[in-house]
């Protein structure tokens, strides 16, 4: 099926077959491979990205179904090539270890550091409780996290 | 996994939708968020040969009321019913069950009809639609019909709606002065399934409580109504003492599934405990909304 959709601000065709997932689709047609898929079923949020403004796992929607729709993935959180604010706070607070889940987080937290400017830690716990990290132990995840909306209030 | 090869149909009206399901029967699998059912094609539990995409059905979204009844269609997102005024001042019941489906970016996709057509027996919606006397309206060749939550939910991931038919909308009734709501759960994680979860709404006249409703997730194939405690409490001023033996009358006859999560005696352990803790929550609530 041929799609046209939006991704990182730029207009991008496809013609995926009917069951291609939005991950894949990101990975193998459009070589976008920040996108990382752990499970596969929609359990360990490695794989979210952000769909007109939301946070959505990219494994649990067909890429023909974001025709027409505006994607946003990790790659298009990097600012005149470097950081993005969050992904910047995330670095100064050891954030990751392998790195295999850090673009779900970071997407996760993006959206609801947008929606959310001024959370706390226990909604910032909430928030990600969705996304699994098997190095971490998730406390400097929170901390990065929580120091971006820091920054942020600041700026 | 990878999903298997699937045809794929994306309908731009209701009317086509049905006609597509009419065609395909039980060879289709209407898709609305996906939450559920692109995980179960990922897993091969199920194995439609077409999916029906009903996400350009725009007239399937969005938010109404009545005096009586709050009417939501069947693809309106979980996260737009979870910010939606009309919700959280007349059916309070689904406001706070809301906020415990899944985990943020599921309900950024997620529908309140995709949920209940689905039926997964531990989750939150299907309770609250069952304590409630929830209405499902289902569409078919042969019109409409509108089919109660006490007939909906069939059995594990079964509901009364036909091959043919779709769900359009799902009307709950509006909550009276009065009415106290909770929805209590443990899970092993917030946005997990729940091991057992309670939807629980009371009303009080004065100091009496003059209606009960409860309803379990997660301790049989369908969701359960506690009518043995809910008679119990009816007519009844609240107390620590008849919160303990509504416990013992909403428990005594479940026999919960087991799993990896909990033996059945654990889940009818934690069972009672959150029909004292629902009981006492929506207790506390019902007298703030007097």
Known sequence: MDITLRVNGATREGSPEARKTLADFLRDDLDLTGTHLGCEHGVCGACTVILDGRAVRSCLMLAVQAAGHEVTTIEGLASDGGLGPLQQAMWDSHSFQCGFCTPGFVMQATAFLSDHPDAGEQQIREALSGNICRCTGYQSIIEGVLLAAERNRER | ?290
Do not use: C
């Not at chain 2, 706070?96 to 939150?124: F, M, N």
């Not at chain 2, 509006?174 to 309670?198: N, P």
């Open chain 2, 1 to 290: 996994m990878k999903l298997p090869p699937v045809e794929y149909e994306a309908p731009t009206t209701v009317a086509e939708a049905i006609d597509l399901l009419a065609e395909q029967l039980d060879e289709a699998s209407v898709l609305a968020g996906g939450q559920s059912l692109i995980p179960l094609l990922a897993l091969r539990l199920a194995r439609p040969e077409v999916l029906i995409d009903i996400n350009g059905l725009d007239e399937l979204s969005g938010i109404s009321a009545t005096d009586d009844w709050v009417a939501i269609g069947a693809m309106t997102r979980e996260y737009v019913a979870e910010e939606s005024g009309v919700v959280a001042d007349a059916v309070p019941l689904l406001a706070a069950a809301l906020p415990l489906i899944g985990h943020e970016a599921i309900r950024s996709r997620g529908t309140i009809g995709g949920s209940l057509a689905h039926a997964d027996p531990a989750a939150e919606l299907p309770a609250v639609a069952r304590a409630l006397d929830a209405e499902f309206v289902v569409r078919g060749p042969s019109g409409e019909r509108v089919i109660p939550a006490a007939q909906w939910f069939e059995g594990y991931l079964t509901t009364a709606r036909s091959p043919d038919e779709l769900l359009t909308e799902v009307r709950f009734p509006a909550a009276g002065r009065g009415t106290g709501v909770s929805f209590a759960e443990v899970a092993r994680r917030h946005g997990d399934f729940a091991i057992v979860g309670l939807a629980v709404s009371l009303v009080l006249s004065g100091e009496v409580i003059s209606d009960a409703r409860l309803a379990f997730a997660g301790v049989s194939d369908v969701p359960v109504r506690a009518t043995a405690a809910e008679d119990l409490l009816v007519g009844e001023r609240p107390s620590a003492e008849l919160f303990d033996e509504a416990a013992r009358r909403a428990t005594e006859d479940l026999d919960p599934p087991a799993d990896l999560h909990g033996s059945s005696d654990y889940r009818k352990t934690v069972a009672a405990a959150i029909v004292r803790r629902g009981l006492r929550a929506a207790a506390a609530n019902a007298r703030k909304r007097q």
